[in-house]
């Protein structure tokens, strides 16, 4: 079993960053994946970005491609999700995920997931 714990969210104005970490513990394997989904207020949650461990491959969704950058320490089981030139539509809860396997952009192929930290972009 994997324990996923997001940190780093928070209320932030127009056009300033944030930086979430989520630390994993627990089981890894050597095929690790993580992604970083999103999910606001009555919509359905959607993938923002993932990194294979591996390989170090990469994959964003165009809404936050060029703003956003994943990256990972994986001498400590941790990945960031570097927020900049936020704004309000990127206002959801964050999750954090993982699988052992590819990059995927769809929330049911993702095994273990963390709890979610809430980022509020106001205007």
């Known amino acids: 079993q994997v324990q996923l714990v997001e940190s780093g969210g928070g209320l932030v104005q127009a056009g300033g960053s944030l930086r979430l970490s989520c630390a994993a513990s627990?089981?890894?394997?050597?095929?690790?994946?993580m992604g970083w989904f999103r999910q606001a207020p009555g919509k359905e949650r959607e993938f923002v970005a993932g990194?294979?461990?591996?390989?170090?491959?990469?994959l964003y969704a165009d809404s936050v491609k060029g703003r956003f950058t994943i990256s990972r320490d994986n001498a400590k089981n941790t990945v960031y999700l570097q927020m900049n030139s936020l704004k309000p539509a990127d206002t959801a809860v964050y999750y954090c995920?993982?699988?052992?396997?590819?990059?995927?952009?769809?929330?049911?192929?993702?095994?273990?997931w963390g709890q979610g930290t809430q980022v509020t972009v106001s205007s």
């Open positions: 995920a993982a699988r052992a396997s590819v990059i995927s952009v769809t929330p049911t192929d993702y095994g273990y």
């Open positions: 627990g089981r890894t394997f050597s095929s690790y994946t």
């Open positions: 990194i294979r461990y591996i390989s170090g491959s990469t």
